[in-house]
């Protein structure tokens, strides 16, 4: 009787800690975007900061010139003039909600210090953004070497959004999420920090190491969750012929976005490359052979890509050994398209293959 009387009261007294934590604590600013008239928007440079990806909390740290970089490097302040591998993409390059060091262009700095790494990703970029900063950093007269574009599932999204002349301005944080309805976990969420940080920690435990294993439970998950639907806009139209998407030639214009990078690598002598990778809802639904694929690996032959890298098989080819759903929770954010740490130690390990002759 008397554990349990201490039980309690120090549940209590953890409850209104958290409350009173939660409710008055110092609002910090959370920006971490600044708009930029060249090619839209990027981050705010010299950044050191705690950013929000849905539940995840990871640093960003930037340099001077709003690239992202390891937050322990000393060199914040580099200006330089010679770019050795520049990633252009989209919040997939930029690794959002990882530390950086866990990302994938993190993880080539850390690998090979003597090099100059840049990452040039940022949320919310399509094809339009990628051409127009590498005008704007080719302008700046930045000596490139090699450019390796990661093309996007959502791309096609993105310029359909643009050609229908939708609002330009851009959830900057993370347009992915799907906003849910006030309801009563949200004003936990709100008031209670830690005691949901707890709840939603267990949760995930449970469901990643055991409902996950019951087939109600993944079919579930297949209908609320917008990763795993099959009818997913943004993603479905590499195996749902009938989605806009496909229509409108919406691939042509994203190509026609590509290709002007693609001449401006020919007239600056920059060896350019295309990475391209699935969604989880590729794995669920699509194949290893998927259009996204086809598309860009025939503009890479016409367009004589440095490398056309295909990240596909580094997925599918786990098909045979386990589960498509358990290759998901392997490589992927629970519940997102974004990879995990691990998706990306695959990536890592990938591109240091493809370019081992250049490292």
């Known amino acids: 009787m008397k554990f349990l009387i201490i039980l309690i009261n120090t549940l209590v007294i953890f409850l209104f800690s958290d409350y009173l ?3 008055f ?18 981050f705010i440079p010299n950044l050191d900061t705690i950013d929000k990806y849905g539940h995840l909390n990871f640093r960003l740290c930037t340099d ?3 690239f992202r970089i ?6 914040k302040n580099r200006n330089f003039k010679k770019i050795d591998f520049l990633f ?4 997939f390059v930029e690794g959002i909600g990882l530390n950086h060091k866990d990302t994938f262009v993190g993880r080539l700095q850390n690998q090979y210090p003597s090099l100059n790494i840049i990452n040039s990703g940022i949320r919310g970029y399509g094809s339009i953004n990628y051409l127009n900063k590498f005008k704007y950093l080719i302008k700046k007269d930045k000596k490139i070497e090699k450019a390796i574009i990661f093309i996007d599932i959502s791309d096609l999204e993105d310029k359909y959004d643009q050609t229908n002349k939708k609002s330009e301005s851009v959830n900057l944080n993370n347009k ?6 006030q309801n009563i976990r949200e004003k936990i969420k709100k008031n209670f920090n830690y005691t949901y940080y707890i ?3 267990f949760r995930q435990l449970l469901e990643k190491n055991f409902f ?3 087939e109600r439970f993944k079919l579930t998950l297949k209908n609320r969750i917008s990763a795993y639907k099959k009818n997913y806009k943004r993603a479905s139209w590499t195996y749902v012929s009938e989605s806009i998407l496909n229509k409108n030639s919406l691939v042509d214009k994203v190509k026609a976005d590509l290709k002007e990078i693609f001449d401006l690598c020919k007239i600056n002598n920059i060896q350019c490359s295309i990475a391209v990778y699935p969604w989880p809802n590729q794995i669920l639904y699509d194949k290893k052979e998927s259009k996204h694929v086809k598309y860009w690996e025939n503009f890479c032959l016409r367009n004589e890509c440095e490398k056309f890298i295909n990240l596909f098989p580094l997925f599918f080819e786990k098909e045979n050994n386990i589960n498509n759903f358990d290759i998901i929770i392997q490589n992927y954010i629970y519940k997102d398209v974004h990879f995990n740490e691990n998706g990306n130690k695959l990536i890592y390990e990938e591109l240091t293959r493809v370019f081992k002759n250049e490292f």
Do not use: H, P, Q, R
């Open 64 to 66: 001077i010139n709003s």
């Open 88 to 91: 252009l993409g989209d919040s």
């Open 21 to 23: 934590y939660s409710n």
């Open 199 to 201: 709840y939603f920690n």
């Open 25 to 42: 604590k110092k609002a910090k600013s959370n920006s971490t975007i600044s708009m930029n008239k060249n090619y839209g928007y990027d």
């Open 176 to 181: 992915e999420i799907v906003k849910v309805k």
């Open 70 to 75: 390891n937050c322990k490097t000393k060199e």
């Open 212 to 214: 996950i294993k019951n």
